[in-house]
């Protein structure tokens, strides 16, 4: 492998006072956000689980997770090696990736390991298992579209991140505000991530996506 991948930085939608931690209501964490707030966006619900990394060059599967020295709870291991490192796992990711012989390739799966134990409150997605949920894909440096991403999903028999329906992120606050349910189960939702409907970047390269979350008006 020649890149760690590391996931980027989701930034909250507003800065937080540095005493109190809480949102300076209004006051956007960067100006892209800002400028961008009363367009379109894609909601996508927050999984409550720990950052994993499957790192694929068309030979060797390898997980990571937020940090490249992070560990991974050992039940959480068993499953994805169930999910891409068995004969079926690696099957689809040769059929899903793989398009001419001899060609470089470097595949990076973003996703949360969720479920029991994995997390306070895992539970509530799984009482008594764990899971990956995929929720980004980047291809030889290049990030995926969401029909793509999805489209992946259902290729490698594993599950994506529920798409909430699009809005402005005054529209995206209001909801998180309120709480709604989980696609998971009868419980109240993490939040939300969105991203504009176009992919876009800050002059310095970095994605512009944003998160808020039900704790962060509690």
């Not at 068995?86 to 996703?111: D, P, Q």
């Not at 995926?144 to 594993?158: G, H, P, S, T």
């Not at 176009?198 to 970095?206: I, S």
């Amino acid at each position: 492998m020649k890149q760690s991948w590391k996931y980027h930085k989701i930034m909250s939608i507003y800065k937080r006072d540095d005493n109190s931690h809480n949102f300076i209501v209004g006051n956007y964490s960067t100006p892209e956000i800002e400028f961008l707030k009363d367009k379109r966006w894609e909601f996508t619900e927050k999984v409550d689980g720990t950052n994993i990394r499957i790192k694929w060059d068309g030979k060797e599967v390898m997980y990571c997770g937020r940090s490249d020295n992070a560990s991974i709870p050992l039940s959480l291991v068993y499953k994805l090696d169930e999910l891409f490192k068995s004969f079926e796992g690696r099957e689809r990711l040769i059929k899903s990736f793989i398009k001419e012989e001899n060609e470089e390739l470097e595949v990076c799966l973003y996703g949360e390991g969720y479920g029991a134990r994995v997390m306070k409150g895992g539970g509530n997605y799984i009482k008594d298992g764990v899971d990956f949920v995929l929720f980004d894909v980047n291809i030889n440096g290049m990030w995926l579209e969401r029909k793509n991403v999805n489209d992946i999903a259902q290729k490698l028999n594993i599950k994506s991140v529920p798409i909430l329906g699009q809005g402005t992120l005054d529209d995206a606050i209001e909801m998180t505000k309120k709480g709604f349910k989980s696609q998971w189960g009868d419980f109240i939702a993490e939040g939300i991530v969105a991203r504009p409907l176009v992919e876009l970047f800050t002059r310095r390269g970095d994605r512009v996506i944003t998160k808020v979350k039900y704790k962060d008006f509690r």
